[in-house]
T-cell receptor
Framework: SQKIEQNSEALNIQEGKTATLTCNYT??????LQWYRQDPGRGPVFLLL?????KEKRKERLKVTFDTTLKQSLFHITASQPADSATYLC????????????FGQGTELSVKP | DTEVTQTPKHLVMGMTNKKSLKCEQH?????MYWYKQKAKKPPELMFV???????INESVPSRFSPECPNSSLLNLHLHALQPEDSALYLC??????????????FGPGTRLTVT
């Protein structure tokens, strides 16, 4: 069956450390993988996109890697801040899913001062 | 303007009521979406409109009726809902839903409670 799995437990880290979030998928062949941030009671906000033929993408303190052999994406936030506390969602886009973005269940990140 | 607006922010309705949710974007996007999100769950796609035509209906019950009056507006008409339909309803838009590299812009959502 098709699955997208993110860190099931909430992630608690100290301010200034690097947060690493995992997105694993099964029985999908994503052409694109997107990461979104969602604050409680708000809509998701797009952060980064990576294509199937890209290994790594960076934007300021954010870095995404994509390994199609391992079927995994890692999302890193360096020099984390309490303001980074939120739920982070990975989302796959595949041609054979009819153009739909399929979301993982999200990982809740808490950065303590 | 990269904002998607949704009204109302909160809605409480009885099971016999008829109400509508509204969504608006002025980014020139041709794809608009309705998602339903329950607490601690990911957004779940309900409908996709592309160029004002319904392109995807994820087998949503007929008590939810979408409408796209023009390229900037998206409505969701609600009728005879059940308590389990209580959720955050999110509207989103993107350039074209068939392009996986297009990011989706989400509105703040409407928190719906069915009593």
């Amino acid at each position: 069956s098709q699955k997208i799995e993110q860190n099931s437990e909430a992630l608690n880290i100290q301010e200034g450390k690097t947060a690493t979030l995992t997105c694993n998928y099964t029985n999908y062949s994503p052409a694109y993988l997107q990461w979104y941030r969602q604050d409680p009671g708000r809509g998701p906000v797009f952060l980064l996109l990576i294509r199937e033929n890209e290994k790594e993408k960076r934007k300021e303190r954010l870095k995404v890697t994509f390994d199609t052999t391992l079927k995994q994406s890692l999302f890193h936030i360096t020099a984390s801040q309490p303001a980074d506390s939120a739920t982070y969602l990975c989302a796959l886009w595949t041609y054979n899913q009819g153009g739909k973005l399929i979301f993982g269940q999200g990982t809740e990140l808490s950065v303590k001062p | 303007d990269t904002e998607v607006t949704q009204t109302p922010k909160h809605l409480v309705m009885g099971m016999t009521n008829k109400k509508s949710l509204k969504c608006e974007q002025h980014m020139g996007h041709r794809a608009m979406y309705w998602y339903k999100q329950k607490a601690k769950k990911p957004p779940e796609l309900m409908f996709v409109y592309s160029y004002e035509k319904l392109s995807i209906n994820e087998s949503v019950p007929s008590r939810f009726s979408p409408e796209c009056p023009n390229s900037s507006l998206l409505n969701l008409h609600l009728h005879a809902l059940q308590p389990e339909d209580s959720a955050l309803y999110l509207c989103a838009s993107s350039q074209d839903y068939r392009q996986g590299q297009d990011e989706q812009y989400f509105g703040p959502g409407t928190r719906l409670t069915v009593t």
